[in-house]
Nanobody
Framework: QVQLEESGGGLVQAGGSLTLSCVAS????????MGWYRQLSSALPSNQRE???????????VYDESVKGRFTISRDNSKNTVYLHMKSLKPEDTGVYYC???????????WGPGTQVTVSS
């Protein structure tokens, strides 16, 4: 079973940048699409995660409209790692960011601990 661990979050001012990493304990090469999700601080119900972006094994990407042009997702299968480069961050991007399979989370891949992103105004 693949285990995921996210990192790279932190506190940044509005307009700043962060790069998140998601490292899998096993190979992700067989997982066609990997994605990033987030649990916004303002999300209701509080446990709801929303889709942010996904990348397929051949590099195809999909973005939520709210992050298009600001976030870039990529993956390195040799390192079993998925990245999310975020720029022009806004306070409304504040939340906990997770990775999982895509376009919907895979039921057989447990959620990792997530990484907190806080954007101050």
């Amino acid at each position: 079973q693949v285990q995921l661990e996210e990192s790279g979050g932190g506190l940044v001012q509005a307009g700043g940048s962060l790069t998140l990493s998601c490292v899998a304990s096993g190979s992700i090469i067989s997982i066609n699409a990997m994605g990033w999700y987030r649990q916004l601080s303002s999300a209701l119900p509080s446990n709801q995660r929303e889709f942010v972006a996904s990348v397929t094994s051949n590099g195809g990407t999909v973005y939520d409209e709210s992050v298009k042009g600001r976030f870039t997702i990529s993956r390195d299968n040799s390192k079993n790692t998925v990245y999310l480069h975020m720029k022009s961050l806004k306070p409304e991007d504040t939340g906990v960011y997770y990775c999982n399979g895509a376009p919907v989370p895979h039921y057989d891949i447990p959620w990792g601990p997530g990484t907190q992103v806080t954007v101050s105004s």
